[in-house]
């Protein structure tokens, strides 16, 4: 056990809906990443936040948008889905950035 | 841009021996280079931590070393196990141009077959 936790596992839902994962971090790490994991694009960062601030951007699409809030918890929010948007959605955390993540056990989305 | 190439998708080998898995980058110069396990539907473990100064690294039955010249990484499993078996994945630590944090990109991952 990583401490750090997601919610839901599982996320089954509809092309142009929206979503909202949600991320604990372990307790005492500032930094939170979410990761998304697809078979053909292996795991791919999307965005990271320290202590509430917008950290650093990697390949998120403008349909996706995260936040840290004051506990420290993450929630990424997906809208408009398509099929493609099908994928594992990890976060993670750390103590140091750069360093050695903490990755919580993932939620499963399937966009039908 | 950058690139980090496992040059392996899958390798096979038979219990007891060393398994060796080849990272290699480009385009980038990094401070750290670290290795996951990953098993299937679960989220990476973290495993090791070599630095752009160290050469090698173990821990217990793994050894991990960086070559900057070469901008390559090798990870070793020696008397590997059944239990080894699972999805290896290399990372280095980036900084993109003009943002703040520092967030890990990944290789596609070796997947190691260890059969008894």
């Known amino acids: 056990d990583s401490g750090v936790t997601q919610t839901p596992k599982h996320l089954i839902t509809a092309t142009g809906q929206r979503v909202t994962l949600r991320c604990s971090p372990r307790?005492?790490?500032?930094?939170v990443y979410w990761y998304q994991q697809s078979l053909d694009q292996g795991l791919q960062f999307l965005i990271q936040?320290?202590?509430?601030?917008?950290?650093a951007k990697g390949n998120i699409l403008e349909r996706f948008s995260a936040q840290q809030f004051p506990d420290l918890h993450s929630e990424l929010n997906l809208s408009s889905l398509e099929l493609g948007d099908s994928a594992l959605y990890f976060c993670?955390?750390?103590?140091?950035?750069?360093?050695?993540?903490?990755f919580g056990p993932g939620t499963r989305l399937t966009v039908l | 841009s950058q690139k980090i190439e496992q040059n392996s998708e899958a390798l096979n080998i038979q219990e007891g021996k060393t398994a060796t898995l080849t990272c290699n980058y480009t385009?980038?110069?990094?401070?750290?280079l670290q290795w996951y396990r990953q098993d299937p539907g679960r989220g990476p473990v973290f495993l090791l931590l070599?630095?752009?100064?160290?050469k090698e690294k173990r821990k217990e039955r793994l050894k991990v070393t960086f070559d900057t010249t070469l901008k390559q990484s090798l990870f070793h499993i020696t008397a590997s196990q059944p239990a080894d078996s699972a999805t290896y994945l290399c990372?280095?630590?980036?900084?993109?141009?003009?943002?703040?944090?520092?967030?890990?990109?990944f290789g596609k991952g070796t997947t190691l077959s260890v059969s008894s």
């Open positions: 993670a955390s750390s103590v140091v950035e750069g360093r050695e993540q903490f």
């Open positions: 307790s005492g790490d500032l930094s």
């Open positions: 936040y320290y202590n509430g601030e917008e950290r």
């Open positions: 385009n980038y110069s990094p401070a750290y």
């Open positions: 070599i630095r752009e100064n160290e």
């Open positions: 990372a280095l630590a980036f900084t993109w141009p003009n943002q703040a944090g520092t967030a890990l990109i």
